[in-house]
């Protein structure tokens, strides 16, 4: 029997956790050729997140559960489950039932016909304000355009990958995770598949505007270094031009005198230049920062409880 480990980052999900596995064993059970387990990965919830675990992993005997110290993020929380799955399927997806085990099936009919890893993307995406679905599509086309990392519009992390697959994406040990990336780094067979979006029935979403934009920053410096490029071909074009003006004005000065006016000219230039300067040493900071976060070497995420038997993080 071939055995299948769901990977579930939970954050703030006390009030939708138990309809989650409720609704996820209605599925499992309807494939019966296969052998499930849960690992829930509890990222710091400040709600009871971590009391309902427990108490499903009291009564389900196929739930382990990772709780951290602390808020490590939903990539730290992938990671940390990918790190502790041994099955030969692994299945990454959230636990708000946005991304439906409905699909299983469809998942695992791929990855019998042979193909690494069945990821979704959604279709449309409905109830998305106008200027969220437009910075996603721009994103999109900007980071397949500038990255190695090529994916459709609309791809999601809910996917089910090969054991082989999963110890690559383990490798990659890097401390800031952009697992959209990572899992098309990686390579491997991917088929798409497509499904409708559903809105969030319990608990609420805890992304802001704010930390889609950083995501979107991520997603192309951390497997891009072409606006490190940019900036150097700007630098270039601009030397160029000025080079092409000060001969102008160099031989303007020596066959018609000093014209006095030019107040303009060396504004616009100031301005500009200063901008530009600014511009470069904040692309500069960002991915000197990034050196900076990874050189630490610190750890991705820190266990506080867990209930995977070869692991003394229970409490006393
Ligand atoms: N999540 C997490 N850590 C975080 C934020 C979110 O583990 O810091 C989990 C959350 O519990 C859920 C999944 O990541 O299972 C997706 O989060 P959410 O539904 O808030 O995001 P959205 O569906 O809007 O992308
Ligand atoms: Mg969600």
Same mark, same amino acid.
Request: aromatic letters at 14%.
């Given at each position: 029997?071939?055995?299948? &480990? ?6 703030? *999900?006390? #009030? %939708?956790?138990?309809? =989650?596995?409720?609704?996820?064993? $209605? ?88 193909? &690494? ?6 279709? *449309?995406? #409905? %109830?998305?304000?106008? =200027?969220?679905?437009?910075?996603? $599509? ?179």
């Amino acid at each position: 029997m071939k055995t299948i &480990d769901l990977v579930v980052p939970c954050f703030n *999900e006390e #009030e %939708g956790l138990e309809h =989650f596995v409720t609704e996820t064993n $209605k599925v499992i059970d309807t494939l019966p050729g296969y052998s499930f387990r849960y690992i829930l990965v509890n990222d710091g919830s400040k709600d009871k997140t971590y009391l309902v675990m427990k108490r499903l992993a009291a009564k389900f005997d196929n739930i382990k559960y990772i709780s951290f110290s602390r808020n490590f993020g939903k990539e730290a929380a992938m990671y940390a489950g990918l790190q502790h799955c041994d099955a030969d399927y692994v299945v990454v997806m959230d636990a708000d039932l946005q991304h439906p085990p409905a699909v299983f099936p469809q998942m695992l009919e791929a990855m019998e016909e042979g193909w &690494d890893c069945c990821a979704t993307k959604r279709d *449309e995406r #409905e %109830g998305e304000s106008f =200027f969220r679905g437009a910075f996603s $599509k721009l994103f999109f086309r900007l980071s397949n355009r500038m990255t190695d990392v090529k994916n459709p519009y609309g791809a999601m992390d809910y996917r089910m990958m090969t054991r082989q697959m999963v110890n690559s994406i383990l490798e990659l040990s890097e401390v800031q995770r952009f697992s959209k990336g990572i899992f098309s780094w990686v390579g491997f067979n991917t088929k798409w598949i497509t499904f409708k979006t559903v809105d969030r029935e319990l608990g609420k979403s805890s992304w802001k505007f704010s930390s889609l934009f950083k995501y979107a920053i991520d997603g192309i410096t951390c497997f891009s270094v072409t606006p490190l490029r940019f900036t150097a071909v700007m630098g270039a074009i601009i030397f160029f031009l000025s080079l092409i003006y000060i001969m102008v004005t160099l031989i303007q000065t020596i066959f018609f005198g000093i014209q006095t006016p030019g107040y303009v000219t060396t504004l616009c230039a100031v301005l500009f230049l200063g901008g530009l300067t600014e511009m470069s040493i904040g692309i500069l900071g960002e991915y000197i920062g990034r050196i900076y976060m990874e050189t630490k070497d610190r750890p991705i995420y820190i266990t506080k409880f867990s209930n995977f038997e070869d692991e003394d993080y229970e409490e006393k």
